[in-house]
């Protein structure tokens, strides 16, 4: 008689923001009931959250992300236009001022997705509130793990309700996805059942960013969908960027390094914009509407933790989105690696019934390997970040990486390459392929724009 793993019944999910939600998702597949727990109420509508603070800011939905969410949610894209998402065709739509220049304006071979956070968190969870197979457990804090008995394994949370006097009570589970955020608990709640912490990898570039959101008059932004300005360390230590979201609004994102910090006053705000390398945002917004109060955000490091690496881990068990990995948000990747990962936890499940651990880890890992790689070479090239130096290699890779973009600015088939690897269509490897290197070592060039291209 063989023995085989029982099926899963019921899975945990620890935290209902976008890496939680696609989680669920993927969940709902493979079990029978799935609990989404989170401190917030959610609202009924698309409306920012206190535990989303980042919501108040920028956030661009890249190719590599709307794919991998059509995957999980078939439609949910076509969905989020309907709701009033903008279409933004890259670059033929963005003005783009690079550390060397402006670029060119080029046939489109991208797609963004011009959106509120909070819009598309609420989209996501509109799909799921009308599955039966998942339900939300608001208003309420995991405060630890639970193991299994007999086993190297978790087998539940410990919950506690935020409302004061609340008493812990545990929630079993077969499964257990921290999905929490950058504020997880997992590393102390591991090292409490006796496995130990992780180690951490953290690169610190020091941005400051502040947002607002706008309505801006007809022709405001001369016909530019995004306009984007980029920091020319350390000279012009500060960057700029404009995107069109729902309902007719635009945020502005306005961000400092090196102790640049763009301030939360109204007056102060366009101060800094027109202090930009450039002043064509700060005249798109300057006779526009505040929509919105001005917000700042710090949290802007790096930080990964090593989970795949610990020596034991307990099955069951899985850390996820900014719980395991954060990125600089200025790169865009957070909310792509959060569903990607979904994904591979949905090829796992499928190829390993019942269960996962050390493996599905890993496979969360990989997914973070080329991120990481982008976000962090991109800030370790500023004097003011805190991090381990570059080597001699990544020197140079960075050198031919300041190249490629100075080439991408007059070279429409290598920007194309450019924007592949940024959007996390292809590797990083991509730009070292013949075709590619050829034309940067060349450095072909067309007129080098002095000033913005026509729209």
Known sequence: ?????????????????????????????????????????????????????????????????????????????????????????????VLYLSPTGWRDRFPATHRLV?????????????????????????????????????????????????????????????????ASGRASHATEWLDQLGYGRPEESRVES?????????????????????ILLMPKAPEVRRGGVLFPIENGRWMVTLGGLGGDVPPTDEQGFLEFARGLRSTVLYEAIRNG???????????????????????????????????????NPVYGQGMTVAAQAAVLLDRHLRAHPGTFGRAAQAAV???????????????????TTVGPRLGRAAQLANRYLDRTSDVANRDGYVARALADVLYLVAPPAAL?????????????????????PAA
């Open 1 to 93: 008689m063989s023995l085989t793993t029982p099926a899963p019944r019921h899975a945990v999910v620890i935290g209902g923001s976008l890496a939680g939600l696609c989680a669920a998702r993927v969940l709902a597949d493979h079990v029978e009931s799935v609990t989404v727990v989170d401190r917030d109420d959610f609202p009924a509508g698309p409306a920012v959250r206190k535990g989303l603070p980042q919501a108040h800011h920028l956030h661009v939905l890249i190719p590599a992300g709307q794919s991998a969410l059509d995957l999980l949610f078939p439609g949910v894209i076509a969905g989020l236009h309907e709701y009033g998402a903008v279409p933004v065709a890259a670059p033929t739509e």
């Open 114 to 178: 011009g959106a509120s956070r909070e819009l598309i968190d609420w989209a996501l969870r509109r799909r799921l509130v009308q599955d039966g197979r998942v339900r939300f457990r608001t208003g309420h804090e995991v405060v630890g793990l639970v193991p299994a008995r007999g086993a190297q394994a978790v087998g539940g949370v410990l919950l506690r309700g935020r409302s004061p006097g609340s008493a812990p009570e545990e929630l079993a589970a077969d499964l257990v996805v921290d």
């Open 206 to 226: 020091g941005l400051a960013y502040a947002s607002r959101r706008y309505s801006l008059p007809e022709g405001a932004t001369g016909g530019w969908k995004n």
């Open 289 to 327: 509407t505040p929509d919105s109060p001005v917000h700042g955000y710090r949290r802007t490091a790096n930080h990964r933790r090593h989970y795949e690496a610990m020596p034991r881990w307990p099955d069951g068990f899985l850390v996820t989105g900014d719980a395991a990995c954060t990125f």
């Open 365 to 383: 890992a990989r997914c973070s390997e080329a991120p990481w790689r982008i976000a962090t070479g991109a800030d370790l090239r500023f004097p």
């Open 432 to 452: 070292f392929r013949p075709g590619v290197a050829l034309r940067v070592l060349r450095g072909r060039r067309g007129p080098v724009l002095q000033s913005p």
